[in-house]
């Protein structure tokens, strides 16, 4: 049967992080192996390739943008739009200094060349079948791609799927670009093994049957639905498959080779996106990830380990990056003692959740994890509860704190001018960050409005008078395309100035806080900003300041026990129960004066102590 389709290749186009693998051509080509163990399957890590060719630094600098990146291969689709094109570039990358000098007509016509070359390279013929994962950035790329290769192999048959198609987009797509002959709609594993069955016994001129999850052109119709169809058990996934990665890696010269970081998954979807029992939506109100998969999906902890150590072994590299939206909440402690437990100097990364406890970031810790993403998004409840994240302020200062007293940086983002947010939202923002001054500086980003999120979904209750695509696809895109696609990233109208000027307060203050958290941490010896020793029964807290000497506290008896069993935050009744051996008023009084010296954070009458204990102390 495999016989009748030649072979099939994946394809990942720029500007995915050229230094990791991709998950998507790794895990889908593992499985479709797993499936069709006869049918040839090859992964182009397109992106790796003009990485190599244009320069790591250049590549990873245009890489991180979505608009500069997506504005290269825009010019070569839509030469006539070239001159909009070209602002949209400079404008976008004006807090860039090297690609804000950038030739731009110079870097198109260099990518133009790298990118025609490889395509002339490959005899796309002998393929039965070319798949698109298109992702964030890796739009105008798969496009300019998919355009060149139709044009000389009109009847090579394209699919596409990935990240920036949902709901009706797939649709859209297909009517606008007659080169995609098929769009997957969920995961691919099961659409495309689907199309690869059809495909064997069909010499594919046939009407394409129903496959749930994939939408497919037939003749001048479109057919199929948007439904879900993924692996319900993703356990029975095999490791993902990255050879093709690292061969192509092999062929570069010495100078130009380097050790990639490997992305790995635990899970799909989001737990926290979840429909509850009386049919209440949950979920980050801002978020649009998530929209191909339905529901929360798990590996098993041993599989998880024995899947790491498998993937550094044979690909002797130690740095990981989990690819996962939100690790799994009871599994995570096991999952990382037992990525510890290998006995390998792994160096990892993962997005978690402001609830995850000290205990797991603890054990992340010892695995290895270096690195997170918390999903903080406010420093205020009140506006946490607008973005309904189920978290507290004081729940994102403690696992901040906790992430600085392990060492583990954290890269997490601070979300302005989230519609209807107001005064009182800046307020309690400006307040807590006075209180985390002593943590890792949280990165500003304004509020983006995504296709699919429920601010999207629900947009008149939002307050948003008008949802449309955002005007940089007018710019990139010919009219006729921006008319007929809604894209990933939407505008709107509303109080926008307004919203500006109300969080303007804020970005000075972070940009304080950037300032004194590194001037505090420059010198030889690193020591915590706020930070406590214990003597047993009494505590010293050393307070660094900016441009001053540091402060010291002595807390004494009670008090020090007390101020560590608030190192979680605690509610005051359960201080109170904790500690009856002195009065309420006397525990309210040394809570408040602690509040008062910024050593404690106190919200609605819960109480975290703020120091953190060295790490080689805590550990002893
Ligand atoms: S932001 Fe994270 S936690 Fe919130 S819905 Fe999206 S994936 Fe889930």
Redesign the pocket.
């Known amino acids: 049967m495999a016989d009748r389709l030649k072979p099939i290749v994946l394809v990942s186009t720029p500007w995915p992080l050229y230094s990791r693998p991709s998950i998507q051509l790794g895990a889908l080509k593992a499985y479709l192996k797993s499936k069709f163990p006869k049918l040839q399957i090859k992964a182009l890590h397109l992106y790796l390739k003009v990485a190599e060719r244009i320069g790591y630094k250049l590549y990873h600098e245009i890489s991180e943008r979505t608009w500069p990146a997506e504005s290269i291969y825009a010019a070569l689709l839509f030469p006539k739009q070239l001159n909009e094109i070209k602002k949209v570039f400079y404008r976008e990358a004006k807090n860039n200094t090297g690609l804000r000098k950038t030739d731009f007509d110079a870097l198109t016509a260099r990518i133009k060349e790298v990118s025609d070359n490889m395509i002339k390279a490959i005899d796309w013929g002998k393929f039965g079948l070319v798949g698109f994962s298109i992702c964030l950035c890796q739009l105008t790329s798969s496009l300019y791609f998919i355009r060149k290769i139709k044009k000389s192999f009109p009847n090579l048959r394209i699919v596409t799927g990935g990240s920036v198609f949902a709901g009706d987009t797939i649709y859209q797509l297909l009517e606008t670009f007659s080169e995609i002959d098929y769009v997957v709609s969920s995961e691919g594993e099961l659409p495309v093994a689907g199309l690869i069955r059809y495909l064997m016994k069909s010499d594919g001129n046939s009407k394409t049957p129903s496959i749930p999850g994939l939408v497919s052109r037939n003749g001048s119709n479109i057919i199929g639905d948007v439904s879900f169809n993924q692996i319900n058990d993703i356990t029975s996934l095999p490791p993902p498959d990255y050879d093709d990665y690292f061969d192509l890696l092999k062929t570069f010269r010495p100078d130009k080779t380097f050790f990639p970081t490997l992305c790995a998954e635990i899970s799909r979807?989001?737990?926290?996106?979840s429909i509850t029992k009386s049919g209440e939506q949950?979920?980050?109100a801002?978020?649009?990830?998530?929209l191909q998969w339905s529901g929360y999906r798990k590996k098993r902890a041993k599989q998880v380990a024995s899947e790491i150590d498998y993937l550094t072994k044979k690909h002797k590299t130690l740095s990981i990056a989990f690819m996962d939206?939100?690790l799994p909440l009871r599994e995570s402690e096991e999952i990382f003692l037992r990525l510890h437990n290998l006995g390998k100097d792994l160096r990892m990364f993962a997005?978690i959740?402001a609830t995850t406890s000290y205990e797991v970031l603890k054990a992340m810790r010892l695995a290895g994890v270096e690195e997170v993403q918390i999903?903080i998004?406010a420093l205020s409840t009140r506006l946490l509860k607008k973005?309904?994240?189920?978290t507290t302020c004081i729940q994102n200062l403690e696992v901040m704190k906790h992430c600085e007293e392990l060492g583990i940086a954290d890269i997490s983002n601070l979300i302005l001018c989230f519609p209807g947010s107001d005064i009182t939202d800046v307020k309690e923002t400006l307040r807590a960050i006075d209180f985390a001054f002593p943590f890792h500086p949280l990165r500003v980003v304004n509020f983006w409005l995504g296709l699919g999120s429920p601010v999207w979904d629900n947009r008149h209750a939002s307050g948003l008078t008008a949802v449309f695509n955002h005007p940089n696809y007018a710019a990139l895109f010919p009219p006729d395309v921006f008319q007929s696609i809604s894209f990933m990233i939407q505008s709107f109208r509303m109080d926008r100035v307004y919203q500006k000027k109300l969080w303007q307060p804020v970005k000075k203050k972070v940009k304080a806080w950037k300032k004194s958290y590194a001037e505090l941490h420059s010198g030889l010896s690193y020591s915590p900003i706020l930070s406590f020793r214990d003597g047993g029964d009494f505590l010293i807290i050393r307070q660094k300041r900016p441009g001053a000497d540091p402060l010291t506290h002595r807390v004494n008896g009670i008090y020090r026990d007390i101020y560590l069993f608030c190192r979680t935050n605690r509610s005051l009744k359960r201080i109170i129960a904790n500690f009856p051996q002195i009065g309420e008023d006397r525990i309210i009084k040394f809570l408040k004066m602690m509040r008062s010296k910024r050593l404690i954070y106190e919200e609605n009458n819960r109480y975290l102590s703020l120091a953190v204990r060295p790490l080689e102390k805590e550990e002893k």
Do not use: S, V
């Open positions: 979807g989001c737990w926290w996106k949950k979920g980050c801002f978020c649009n990830l998530n939206n939100l997005e959740r999903g998004e973005f309904n994240k189920g």
